[in-house]
Every structure is written in C-alpha cells, then in structure tokens.
C-alpha cells in the first residue's frame, strides 16, 4: 500500500463546478502540501498545511490530521485549473531528514 | 525572489549516451532535491543535500547516476548511460534547510527522452 493514495485518478468537470480531490495517508506527518503540475511545466506549491483549513482564491484545503485526510476544493471551476494535482506529506522526522513522499497525482480536466 | 533555475528544459538522447542536467536553487536555500518523474506517477526523490553533503541517495541507481553540489550553490545530476526507463523529468526543489521551513519550490523540470 502506498503512503500517499489519491482521489479520484482522473476527474473531468464541467466549467463552474465545484470539484474535491481527496488525499489519505498512512504514517504521521509534520506537514502536507499540495501541489499543481501543468502539462510541460514545473509544479508549483499551492498550499502546506499542518492544520485546519486554509483559502486562497477558488481553491480551498482542508485536512484531518486524526483521520489521516486532506481535501482540496475547487469552487467556481475553470478550463484554467485543468492540470495534475498532487499530494504530498512530510514525515515527522525533524530538520533536514524529514522526507517528502508524493503521491501519484490526480489529472483533472475542466471543460468550457 | 528569483525561483529555481533548471536546465536544459528538454533533452533527447540515444540509449548508452550520457547527459547532464543542472540546477541552481533559491539563493540561501541550504537543501537541493532532484527528483524523477516518470509519465503518470509522482516525483520519486533521487537524492537530497543539505549544503554540500548528502542527506538521502537511497533511490538514485549509483551505477549510472550521479549527482553533486560542490560549493552548495548549485548542482548536477549526471546519467551515464542512459537506458529507454531514464526518460521522464527531472525535476530539481530547494527549501530553506532549517529545521520547521516546510516551504518547498521546485524548478521547471528538464524532459529527458532517451530513444
């Protein structure tokens, strides 16, 4: 079993839905981020979080550190946001060992 | 700021050849990561170095790959030879290497084909 399992593997919405990619994980971690990869470009970090919720514009994540779960919300979807998002979690170990495990990504494809 | 600088952008070999791929991270930023990402998966860390010295190179395949970060600036990652399964990107992140900085930035990736 991976680490990282992520959800749905591949989603198709419609412009102005409201889409939620989700993420389990399965050891403790310090920190979780999510991430966009575009086709042909580099990733850029979306958020980190360590608890709670946090917002910025359309996209919205949340995540349950009991539970071992994060979501990553998408309100008021746009062709725009058609990329591969990705999970990944930091583990607890401090300082420089910590290590970062990803997880496969989700391919999201958003139509006009 | 300035992000992270990654090149060649893309790059198409033969099998057996070799090919080198640089990257130059955050200025201050003490850890460098490269990572492989194969079509359709996540990043794979190939190894991680804090200043000029390795932290973790458990996954890189020693016999063909290697990487260096002499001054603990700026950094190579080197495969030679290069097989069919090495073509993916090559994808290079820094963060600040104290202890509690989670921020990670990753370059543009360099797209390796090996035919």
């Known amino acids: 079993k991976n680490e990282v399992e992520q959800s749905p593997q591949n989603l198709t919405a419609q412009e102005g839905e409201f889409i939620t990619i989700n993420c389990s994980y399965s050891v403790g971690i310090s920190a979780l981020h999510w991430l966009q990869q575009h086709p042909g470009g580099g990733i850029v970090s979306l958020f980190m979080?360590?608890?709670g919720k946090k917002k910025h514009g359309r996209l919205i994540a949340t995540i349950n550190i009991q539970e071992k779960h994060s979501s990553l919300h998408i309100t008021a979807s746009h062709p725009r946001d058609s990329a591969v998002y990705i999970c990944a979690v930091r583990s607890r170990s401090t300082g420089a060992n910590s290590k970062l495990t990803f997880g496969k990504g989700i391919t999201l494809s958003v139509r006009p | 700021e300035a992000g992270v600088a990654q090149s060649p952008r893309y790059k198409i070999i033969e099998k057996r050849q070799s090919v080198a791929f640089w990257c130059n991270p955050i200025s201050g930023h003490a850890t460098l990561y490269w990572y492989q990402q194969i079509l359709g998966q996540g990043p794979k860390l190939l190894i991680q170095f804090q200043n000029n010295g390795v932290v973790d190179d458990s996954q890189l395949p020693k016999d063909r790959f290697s990487a260096e970060r002499l001054k603990g600036v700026d950094s190579t990652l080197k495969i030679q030879p290069a097989k069919l399964e090495d073509s993916a990107v090559y994808l290079c992140?820094?963060?600040?290497?104290?202890?509690?900085?989670?921020?990670?930035?990753f370059g543009a990736g360099s797209r390796l084909t090996v035919l």
């Open positions: 979080l360590s608890s």
């Open positions: 992140a820094s963060r600040p290497g104290y202890s509690g900085a989670n921020v990670l930035t």
